[in-house]
Each structure stands twice: as structure tokens, then as C-alpha cells.
């Protein structure tokens, strides 16, 4: 499987939802081009483009296999919560604050 890129499988809008248990259709407003991915059991979430630039600096560098950007960030979570919600918190609070500028 030298190369090959690991993907969940995918269901695409129109589909039922496992979570919602909805259609899946896309709102009328959505101005997606195209047709976004459910994947029962995963949520969406959004990173800073900094850390996103990060993950795939790591995903570049398997080869084989090639893992998923969704397996990485799962996997950068769990470690973290593995940490404690200490840290995590801790984290969160520290890249919340403004950088001071030495004089």
C-alpha cells in the first residue's frame, strides 16, 4: 500500500445523518461548491491556520501510509486530553493572552 492515502469513509449531503438523524440536505444558502462529507461518529472542528500549516507539515511527512489530516488532529486531541484538562486549559488561556513585547 506504498503511497496510498488512508480515508474514512464518507457519505455525502443527501444522505441521513447518524447524529441528527436529518436528510443531510444542504440549506439553500449554503454557497459550498461542493457537497460537504458526514462522517457518522466525527465532528467537525476549526483550527488556527498556524496549527492546520503544522498538521500538514506532519502529514507530508508519512509516506506510508499516507494518513488523513482527520486522523492527525484526532489524534493531536486524544494526546492532549491524555494530558489533562489542566494543561489544556492552561493552553487555551496562554495563546488567549496578549504577547508582550520585551523592551
Same mark, same amino acid.
Given at each position: 500500500?506504498?503511497?496510498?492515502?488512508?480515508?474514512?469513509?464518507?457519505?455525502?449531503?443527501?444522505?441521513?445523518?447518524?447524529?441528527?438523524?436529518?436528510?443531510?440536505?444542504?440549506?439553500?444558502?449554503?454557497?459550498?461548491?461542493?457537497?460537504?462529507?458526514?462522517?457518522?461518529?466525527?465532528?467537525?472542528? *476549526?483550527?488556527?491556520?498556524?496549527?492546520?500549516?503544522?498538521?500538514?507539515? !506532519?502529514?507530508?511527512?508519512? !509516506?506510508?501510509?499516507?494518513?488523513?489530516?482527520?486522523?492527525?488532529?484526532?489524534?493531536?486531541?486524544?494526546?492532549?486530553?491524555?494530558?489533562?484538562?489542566?494543561? *489544556? !486549559?492552561?493552553?487555551?488561556?496562554?495563546?488567549?493572552?496578549? !504577547?508582550?513585547?520585551?523592551?
Amino acid at each position: 500500500m506504498s503511497g496510498a492515502e488512508l480515508r474514512p469513509l464518507s457519505k455525502l449531503h443527501g444522505a441521513a445523518s447518524a447524529d441528527t438523524g436529518n436528510t443531510g440536505l444542504a440549506d439553500a444558502a449554503s454557497t459550498s461548491p461542493k457537497p460537504k462529507r458526514v462522517r457518522p461518529g466525527w465532528k467537525p472542528t *476549526i483550527l488556527r491556520q498556524t496549527t492546520f500549516n503544522e498538521l500538514r507539515k !506532519v502529514q507530508k511527512s508519512t !509516506v506510508d501510509p499516507r494518513l488523513d489530516l482527520s486522523y492527525l488532529t484526532d489524534a493531536c486531541v486524544r494526546l492532549a486530553l491524555e494530558m489533562g484538562r489542566e494543561q *489544556i !486549559v492552561s493552553r487555551a488561556l496562554d495563546d488567549l493572552r496578549p !504577547v508582550q513585547k520585551s523592551v
